[in-house]
């Protein structure tokens, strides 16, 4: 890693916003991705940024070794090492499910049609990300289906 661990630190707690109580969540307030997470780029590369705060608090010698972060407190934007614990995907998704955070992958041919229609005729004022939170969805299955790649027969 060529930036110092400081240097990010520095850079990742002047988008964190809270951190004074160790109980509460810290809310990211840096660049969010299309599933809802924090974001942090070190060297080029992009992390979760729940990973990323995992990692100042763990032995790990770099967050690319660090596999699936789980939140205790199922905020998607807390960043408090103290509500991040380590896992497995199969306990995320439980997790997901339970604090109904789980997207669906995919919508009903009528909520399709409404997603298509939505957003021809008004993409200047709602975006993919907008229409996946309105419907349940995630941002990857709007955009397949405005970009005619599933449903295809809507067109």
């Not at 998607?76 to 499910?97: F, M, R, W, Y």
């Not at 399709?112 to 941002?139: C, F, H, M, P």
């Amino acid at each position: 890693m060529s930036q110092s661990e400081n240097d990010v630190r520095t850079r990742f707690f002047e988008k964190v916003e809270g951190g004074e109580k160790e109980n509460e969540c810290w809310e990211w307030t840096g660049a969010i991705s299309s599933n809802g997470y924090g974001s942090v780029t070190i060297d080029y590369e992009r992390f979760a940024a729940h990973r990323v705060s995992f990692w100042f608090d763990s032995d790990y010698e770099n967050v690319s070794d660090i596999d699936t972060i789980r939140h205790e407190c199922a905020n998607k934007s807390c960043v408090n090492p103290n509500h991040l614990l380590e896992g497995t995907q199969h306990a995320n998704l439980i997790d997901a499910v339970k604090n109904n955070n789980a997207a669906r992958q995919s919508v009903t041919v009528a909520e399709a049609r409404e997603i298509k229609e939505r957003y021809d005729s008004e993409k200047e004022d709602v975006s993919q990300r907008d229409l996946a939170a309105e419907y349940g969805t995630n941002q990857k299955t709007v955009w397949r289906i405005v970009n005619g790649e599933s449903f295809t027969f809507l067109d």
